[in-house]
């Protein structure tokens, strides 16, 4: 596949019909499913970890899911709609749930088959997107998921707010926004990946050792992903749970976590994008660790509604450079038919955290302070990096050279 202006142009056409159904389903996994663990079905702290970590057990599979496409040499796209169409049973499944664990398992099922694909999406950038443009055309259809995400979770949020139990109504609205996502990925044009002789899921974890600064920048990002991720749910528990006295409705709630951060991410997205085409991609990293932390703060030391409303815009503004930097980072380091493979590495090592994060924070948050895990979580994040900092200039070097040099099959 080619970067042919016709084959660009249908892909970002088609990238943002399936942003604006992405941004509805990201208001599910970043506020509502959770929320309806809490309020509607009373979740123990496993639960609520569970339903917390879907995307996490759906990273873990990435490296699964990219061995099979390449094995079946289905086109990427035909491949990964599939895989979002059931992601669509899940929600349907949470619906239908009498009980908390059938509501789990629907709960972690929907969000496990959107972050399976990842890859898929990521090779697909590579293919059809040219790279002086890729990270602005990304940024652009990560506008169209904001506006969705926000204007979504404002009227899901009221609609909560005026009878909880439509919570099983709000649930099959984002089964159908997955079957819709699914339909246009799978329009999308696209080529079936690259197969090798002899590979294994994980065939892809060899250039870890094969290339030194993609496993310095696994490492790093395990320190700084772990940070966020701890305190992600943190922010859902904070506000819905009666124990810190906040008692916040539905809407306010969905305003702290989805309506004010992703206004931050909707202003400053087209900047990152940019940032991203244009800056060393290390210093960027930097860049956004650091502001992470200080949304982090802010919210969970800030005490009070001031506190809140900093911490949710630091963190939409940390959150949108996230966006473009984690989805496309790979591509700056990997050789173009390896791009799949080294995004497989960094997607499974994210459901590591993704899944062990909110396991941790659910039970440490019953014998301590969330300010003290925030501090924590800081910490994390400016450990994270200063062991970036040598690799700047590396960096830098390493551009000035092909990019397959040094990186052995």
């Known amino acids: 596949m080619t970067h042919s ?23 599910a996994w970043g506020t509502f ?24 057990f759906g990273l873990l599979l990435t490296p699964f899911v990219v061995a099979l496409v390449a094995k079946s040499g289905a086109p990427i796209a035909h491949a990964g709609s599939y895989v979002l169409a059931l992601g669509g049973v899940g929600f349907i499944l949470a619906a239908a749930a009498p009980g908390v664990w059938m509501y789990v398992a629907g709960a972690v099922l929907a969000p496990l088959c959107f972050s399976a694909v990842i890859p898929l999406h990521t090779q697909i950038y590579q293919d059809n ?28 949020g009221h609609m909560l707010d005026i009878h909880l139990d439509l919570f099983r109504g709000l649930l099959l609205l984002f089964a159908a926004a997955s079957f819709a996502a699914a339909f246009a990925l799978r329009k999308i044009p696209s080529r079936p ?62 305003m702290y ?18 940032l991203f085409d244009k800056l060393n991609f290390f210093l960027l990293r930097i860049v956004l660790n650091v502001t992470f932390a200080i949304g982090i703060l802010s919210f969970f030391t800030g005490g009070n509604k001031t506190g809140l409303i900093l911490g949710a815009l630091v963190y939409g503004i940390a959150n949108a450079g996230g966006d473009v930097a984690w989805s ?33 924070a659910f ?13 924590v979580s800081a910490g994390l994040l400016l ?11 590396i960096y830098a070097r390493r551009k000035a050279i092909p990019i397959a040099e040094g990186v052995s099959e």
């Open 5 to 27: 202006d016709a084959v660009c142009q249908r892909t970002f056409r088609l990238e943002s019909l399936r942003a604006t159904f992405t941004g509805i389903l990201e208001t």
């Open 33 to 56: 499913l959770l929320l309806i663990a809490v309020r509607c079905f009373n979740a123990s702290a496993n639960a609520k970890a569970l339903v917390a970590s879907g995307a996490g």
């Open 129 to 156: 997107y040219p790279e002086p443009l890729r990270g602005r055309l990304f940024s652009r259809t990560v506008i169209i998921r904001i506006l969705a995400a926000g204007g979504f979770s404002y009227a899901a």
């Open 193 to 254: 990946l690259v197969r090798s002789r002899g590979r294994h899921p994980l065939s892809g974890f060899r250039f870890l050792k094969t290339d030194r600064q993609f496993r310095v920048a696994i490492i790093s990002w395990m320190f700084m992903g772990f940070a966020n991720l701890m305190m992600l749910p943190m922010r859902i528990e904070y506000l819905a749970n009666p124990r810190y006295g906040l008692v916040l409705g539905a809407a306010a709630i969905a």
């Open 257 to 274: 976590t989805g309506v004010i951060p992703n206004i931050a991410r909707l202003i400053m997205n087209p900047l990152w994008g940019v």
């Open 328 to 360: 496309l980072w790979v591509t700056k380091l990997a050789p173009t038919e390896r791009v799949a493979d080294y995004m497989a590495v960094h997607t499974f090592m994210t459901g590591i955290r993704q899944i062990a994060a909110p396991l941790v």
């Open 363 to 375: 039970h440490v948050v019953n014998f301590t302070s969330l300010s003290t895990m925030g501090w």
């Open 383 to 393: 450990f994270a990096s200063a062991m970036l900092i040598p690799e700047v200039r």
